[in-house]
């Protein structure tokens, strides 16, 4: 069974940083896509970056030139780089992973979440 574990969250003051990092594990043959999305209190889930497997990559506008996205594919991991943190980037953040079990698939899987608080 595929899971998707995110680690990285936390309380971060304005203008602070923090990495995310999000490990796949569970019959895995291949991972696609990869991305970030987020859900604030009172709103829906939305993207904020993804990455493609030869490494193309995707920002929402309101994290461009502050997040980066990045992945390891050896590792099953993909990773979210948040400088310049600002209140309003305070969410629950969750991965997803276009994950192949066996060659010729692709299921989406959803991390958990972890939570993102930036103080002001």
């Known amino acids: 069974q595929v899971q998707l574990v995110e680690s990285g969250g936390g309380l971060v003051q304005a203008g602070g940083s923090l990495i995310l990092s999000c490990a796949a594990s569970?019959?895995?043959?291949?991972?696609?896509?990869m991305g970030w999305y987020r859900q604030a209190p009172g709103k829906q889930r939305g993207l904020v970056a993804t990455i493609s497997r030869r490494g193309n990559t995707n920002y929402a506008d309101s994290v461009k030139g502050r997040f980066t996205i990045s992945r390891d594919n050896a590792k099953n991991t993909v990773y979210l780089q948040m400088n310049s943190l600002k209140a309003e980037d305070t969410a629950v953040y969750y991965c997803k992973m276009e994950v192949s079990t066996r060659g010729w698939d692709g299921v989406d899987y959803w991390g958990k979440g972890t939570l993102v608080t930036v103080s002001s």
């Open positions: 569970g019959g895995i043959f291949s991972i696609n896509a």
